[in-house]
């Protein structure tokens, strides 16, 4: 006769927002597995409606807590698309500058405080400073680095209200600027250690064949701006139609909505995609840590996006030292905007990856209607794959292990559910 | 000034921001003001440099609504229902036991739970947080 096995976590922690997971075995066999996310869905798009569209950064900004420049920057750019206003040159710079602090601080957020204890067989961050304190120092260091990035060109750590669409309140001056290069080189060197240290993990096994999606930013790793939607199995089309090929559906089991690529199934946004996609565009520095670190220029195992990002945080590193060192001070700080009805497209790296926006103005401004794709709700299916060929592989585990490696499996995607939504909870049920 | 009083939560989901509000109520008061609308670890560099630090937060326990609980943080772990009292990433809670295990918590701090009625997204307290939210106000502004 053959046993009913239940594996489940009713509430996930080091994920960002709340939800759960439940996997359902027969036997040795997968029956069924799902990413369960609570909270009600897309209030942030029925908010937004008539609102004015010079609001939206400012909303959008409280989506999360985590990633609020990358809401920030899509709204900004979609809204500017429609008024046909390109903001460029070092007005653009400093939006990549602020996205870099974005970076530097989600990163290292989730590389060390979050990811890191699953491999370290600690179960918080808590315990990992009590284990190894310079560890927790160093990345309180860098994720504070972040912070002050995103005060000196965002005006405040969380939730800058410098951005406006068309750029910023005000600039900052080069020299103000420059007080931030110290820190950056420590952060550099820390970034480039914690590649090595992160590469000596022990990874659990796990190959998949991912169809990798990213922003393409025309020769540039895509970080606050893309034109351009790739994948890794020949996709190539502008944002503006973005919504024709990314399919959203609502699945019972989760508030958020599920996403494929019409005609190619389930892909992967985030930082395996934009390294498999863009690995040459690395800084050359963020490149030969990869390489220090024997890490292939294609992430197959997700168990090793801790490394993946970990490069990324050298190249944010890097990108910031060179923005900051090419930087002029702008005369304006905003190039001036005129609505007009229409819809507008705007799309950005956030860390967990491409963070669309759609919006639809009225032709003084007001916002007609939203529509806010987060890299959660497109990974969601791809993360519910990920644990279905982990247990299908790893069947023998005891629950409890293969709990807890369930649950590290849902970590690779750093899942941002405040994001998708909100709130999660695991579950592992073998019958 | 050695006093900083930190108000954690996010504007647009209900009462989660009635930390905010408390911050907003003691304008002027004899503190420094700070908010914490992220994640709460960024609290350990709000509150450096500062001899007492009040901390201000929303609750979800299930404690009744409008509930005030008052924990001055000394030797003991905070209570693990404060883990998740808030929808914030690393917890305030979590924060705190992080300060505690590098020795960054500042000498003095105590830390305002008030227990929400609503958190969905929306802006505005429900009266009875924002009654609350008035009523710890005035406790703080009385001991600073």
């Not at chain 1, 602090?101 to 990992?128: Q, R």
């Not at chain 1, 700080?333 to 005129?338: E, T, Y």
Request: net charge negative; hydrophobic share 40%.
């Amino acid at each position: 006769m053959s046993r009913t096995r239940t594996i489940r976590t009713d509430y996930l922690a080091r994920v960002e927002g709340e939800g759960g997971m439940l996997v359902r075995m027969r036997g040795d066999e997968v029956a069924e597995v799902q990413l369960r996310i609570y909270e009600p869905p897309r209030f942030f798009e029925a908010f937004l409606r008539g609102r004015d569209y010079t609001e939206a950064p400012d909303i959008t900004a409280r989506i999360c807590g985590i990633c609020p420049v990358a809401y920030q920057t899509s709204a900004c750019l979609a809204m500017e698309q429609l008024a046909d206003v390109t903001v460029d040159g070092q007005l653009r710079a400093l939006r990549r500058l602020l996205y870099c602090g974005e970076w530097i601080e989600s990163h290292t957020l989730h590389v060390f405080m979050l990811h890191a204890p699953d491999f370290l067989g600690v179960t918080s961050a808590v315990e990992l400073a009590q284990v190894n304190r310079e560890l927790v120092e160093n990345a309180l260091r860098l994720k504070k680095l972040g912070n002050e990035i995103m005060r000196v060109v965002g005006g405040r750590e969380v939730h800058p209200i410098n951005v406006r669409v068309g750029g910023w309140y005000s600039v900052p001056t080069s020299e103000t600027l420059e007080t931030l290069v110290p820190e950056l080189e420590w952060a550099k060197a820390a970034a480039i250690d914690a590649v090595e240290i992160t590469s000596g993990f022990d990874f659990p096994k796990l190959e998949q064949e991912y169809q990798f999606v990213a922003l393409d930013a025309d020769g540039e790793y895509p970080i606050d701006r893309g034109s351009r939607l790739i994948s890794s199995t020949g996709l190539d089309v502008p944002i503006s139609s973005f919504l024709e090929h990314v399919i959203e559906e609502h699945v019972e089991h989760s508030n958020a909505l599920h996403a494929t690529l019409a005609g190619r199934g389930t892909y992967l946004v985030g930082p395996l995609a934009r390294y498999a996609l863009h690995h040459d565009l690395l800084s050359p520095d963020a490149r030969a840590a990869a390489a220090a670190a024997k890490l292939e220029p294609v992430v197959k195992n997700p168990f090793k996006s801790i490394v993946v990002r970990a490069v990324e945080l050298v190249h944010a590193c890097d990108e910031a030292l060179r923005l900051i060192r090419e930087y002029e001070q702008p005369e304006q700080p905003s190039l001036p905007v005129v609505p007009r009805a229409g819809f507008g497209h705007g799309a950005t790296e956030a860390p967990r990856g491409v963070c669309y926006h759609r919006y639809r103005l009225e032709s003084d401004g007001t916002i007609a209607d939203a529509k806010i794709i987060p890299p959660t709700s497109q990974n969601q299916k791809m993360i519910e794959q990920d644990l279905y060929d982990f247990v299908v592989a790893h069947a023998d585990l005891p629950d409890e292990e293969l709990r807890l490696r369930c649950e590290q499996a849902i970590r690779n995607y750093d899942p941002c559910i405040s994001c998708a939504t909100h709130f999660l909870k695991l579950e592992i049920k073998r019958t | 000034m050695t006093a900083c009083v930190i108000g954690v939560g996010n504007e647009l989901r209900g009462d989660d921001a009635v930390g905010l509000a408390v911050v907003r109520l003691l304008e002027g008061a004899e503190a420094a003001l700070r908010t914490c609308e992220g994640e709460p670890v960024a609290m350990l560099d709000l509150w450096e440099g500062f001899e007492r630090v009040v901390l201000v937060d929303a609750m979800h326990s299930g404690a009744e609504p409008g509930t005030i609980r008052t924990i001055d943080v000394g030797e003991e772990r905070l209570p693990p229902e404060l883990s998740r009292a808030s929808s914030h990433l690393l917890g305030v809670a979590d924060a705190v036991e992080l300060a505690r295990t590098i020795d960054r918590l500042p000498p003095q701090l105590t830390i305002y739970a008030i227990e929400g009625v609503r958190y969905d997204t929306g802006t505005g307290l429900s009266e009875t947080a924002a009654t609350a939210a008035a009523s710890v106000a005035a406790e703080i502004r009385r001991s600073l």
